[in-house]
């Protein structure tokens, strides 16, 4: 079992910035991929980014690519996601989600096996 705990949302006004963490608590050698999803009000939750935890490799919708960055921590099991440039449109409630097992779909949510509970972010403009 993972738990995985978000933190960091808030309001901001557009062009501003945020810091999103995701904490998780379970050793990490078992997770293959860390991914962030945003869900705006009566739209999909849709792929940000994503992290292979044992690497470099990251992935970014073309949506944030340039203005998001995702990092781990690994003494703390954090893995974070940095905002730069927000627009009114990166409203949200942003998830992490850990991948258990190796795949290439790392946009895809269904792959996914473990959730967190979503930290809300809103951007004023």
């Known amino acids: 079992q993972v738990q995985l705990v978000e933190s960091g949302g808030g309001l901001v006004q557009a062009g501003g910035s945020l810091r999103l963490s995701c904490a998780v608590s379970r050793r990490t050698l078992s997770i293959y991929t860390m991914g962030w999803f945003r869900q705006a009000p009566g739209k999909e939750r849709e792929f940000v980014a994503a992290l292979r935890w044992s690497g470099s490799n990251t992935d970014y919708s073309d949506s944030v690519k340039g203005r998001f960055t995702i990092s781990r921590d690994n003494a703390k099991n954090t893995v974070c996601l940095q905002m730069n440039s927000l627009k009114p449109e990166d409203t949200a409630v942003y998830y992490c989600?850990?991948?258990?097992?190796?795949?290439?779909?790392?946009?895809?949510?269904?792959?996914?096996?473990?959730w967190g509970q979503g930290t809300q972010v809103t951007v004023s403009s």
């Open positions: 989600a850990a991948d258990m097992q190796f795949t290439t779909k790392l946009r895809e949510r269904q792959e996914y096996d473990y």
